[in-house]
């Protein structure tokens, strides 16, 4: 009989105990709190970062996904279709109205090693689609108006 195992959740799903700062920091990660409640913990390599929170049960979450550290803010990386961008600022429900700079292919090799280097110090996997290049937090790819997003339905 086969042995069923436990599917890997991903970097974001994944709760990490207090031990972990220190194997970043042993990886060559830079780790600084930069905040307090909640106690925010940013982990830093080659201008690229990640913002880890303190949960109630001490463990650690990701509370923003790896990104471009542009004038002290983490950028949040946004495929609008035709380019890519840096969003800064908090998120909102339009990324054309939100703050962008243009991704630099530079960035984006740094970023998708960055992204790599983290998931291999924290024993992530790494799957098909992350492995390929960088993954976007926001796409426009769908634009066609009118589509329920949930059931991808469209309305008449």
Same mark, same amino acid.
């Given at each position: 009989?086969?042995?069923?195992?436990?599917?890997?959740?991903?970097?974001?799903?994944?709760? %990490?105990?207090?031990?972990?700062?220190?194997? !970043?920091?042993?990886?060559?990660? =830079?780790? *600084?709190?930069?905040?307090? $409640?909640?106690?925010?913990?940013?982990? +830093?390599?080659?201008?690229?970062? *990640?913002? %880890? #929170?303190?949960?109630?049960?001490?463990? !650690?979450?990701?509370?923003?996904?790896?990104?471009?550290?542009?004038?002290?803010?983490?950028?949040? !990386?946004?495929?609008?279709?035709?380019?890519?961008?840096?969003? +800064?600022?908090?998120?909102?429900?339009?990324? %054309? $109205? #939100?703050?962008?700079?243009?991704?630099?292919?530079?960035?984006?090799?740094?970023?998708?090693?960055?992204?790599?280097?983290?998931? *291999?110090?924290?024993?992530?996997?790494?799957?098909?689609? =992350?492995?390929?290049?960088?993954? $976007?937090?926001?796409?426009?790819?769908?634009?066609?108006?009118?589509?329920?997003?949930?059931?991808?339905?469209?309305?008449?």
């Amino acid at each position: 009989m086969a042995r069923q195992t436990e599917t890997p959740k991903p970097l974001l799903e994944t709760a %990490f105990e207090d031990g972990t700062l220190d194997l !970043l920091r042993a990886a060559g990660f =830079e780790v *600084a709190v930069i905040g307090s $409640n909640p106690e925010r913990i940013r982990v +830093l390599k080659d201008a690229c970062a *990640a913002l %880890f #929170e303190r949960q109630s049960d001490e463990t !650690l979450r990701l509370a923003q996904a790896p990104g471009y550290l542009i004038r002290g803010e983490i950028g949040r !990386l946004w495929d609008a279709g035709y380019q890519k961008f840096w969003l +800064l600022g908090p998120p909102t429900d339009e990324p %054309f $109205n #939100e703050p962008h700079r243009p991704a630099l292919a530079a960035q984006l090799k740094a970023l998708h090693r960055f992204d790599a280097e983290l998931k *291999a110090a924290l024993g992530i996997p790494s799957f098909y689609n =992350e492995s390929i290049g960088s993954t $976007n937090e926001i796409s426009a790819y769908d634009r066609v108006h009118g589509r329920d997003s949930s059931s991808g339905q469209r309305f008449s």
